[in-house]
C-alpha cells in the first residue's frame, strides 16, 4: 500500500504542472488514510499470537494444545475449532465456566492473533 503511493506521489512530482503541488497535498492525504485503514485490516500475526497463547492460555489447554485440566477442548486434535475465528472470539472475550473471561484483559487483535497460533496447533 505504501510503496503504491510512494509511486504514485513519485510520478507526480514530476508532473511540472502548475497543479502539482495542489496533486502532491490532495494524494498525501488519501494516501495517510488508506495505509491507516490497511493496517487496520493486516492479517493475523502468529509470533504475537505464539506470545499471548504462552502467556495467557497454555496453563490449561497446554503448550501443544494437549489439556493440562479436565473439560478442556484439545486444540492438538482439533476441538472446537471448526467454529469460525469470530464466534471463538467472542467466546473467549466471554470465557466459559472454567475459562476467565479475557474481555479487556487482551486486545481484540491479540485474541485473534492468539486463535491463528492455536489453529496451528491441530495435528
Ligand atoms: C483456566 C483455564 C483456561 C485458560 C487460562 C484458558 N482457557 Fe480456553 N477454555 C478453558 C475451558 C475449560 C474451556 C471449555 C469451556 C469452559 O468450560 O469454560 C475453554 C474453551 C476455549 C475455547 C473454545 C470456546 C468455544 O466456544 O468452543 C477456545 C477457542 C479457548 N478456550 C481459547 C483460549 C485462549 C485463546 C486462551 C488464552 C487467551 C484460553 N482459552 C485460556 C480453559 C481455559
Not at 504542472?17 to 495517510?32: D, E, F, K
Not at 471463538?88 to 466471554?94: C, E, F, N, Q
Amino acid at each position: 500500500m505504501l510503496r503504491n503511493c510512494l509511486f504514485l506521489l513519485r510520478h507526480t512530482l514530476s508532473l511540472g504542472t502548475g497543479l502539482r503541488w495542489r496533486a502532491v497535498v490532495i494524494l498525501s492525504a488519501i494516501c495517510t488514510v488508506l495505509t491507516l485503514a490497511s493496517a487496520g485490516s493486516r492479517a493475523a500475526d502468529f509470533f504475537a499470537g505464539q506470545k499471548i497463547y504462552q502467556a495467557h492460555c497454555a496453563r490449561c489447554h497446554g503448550p501443544e494444545g494437549r489439556p493440562l485440566l479436565p473439560n478442556v477442548p484439545n486444540f492438538y486434535q482439533g476441538e472446537r475449532l471448526d467454529a469460525p475465528d469470530g464466534f471463538l472470539v467472542r467466546s473467549i472475550k466471554a470465557g466459559g465456566n472454567l475459562m476467565p473471561s479475557f474481555n479487556r484483559i487482551i486486545k481484540d487483535r491479540d485474541i485473534l492473533n492468539a486463535l491463528a497460533y492455536i489453529r496451528t496447533l491441530q495435528r
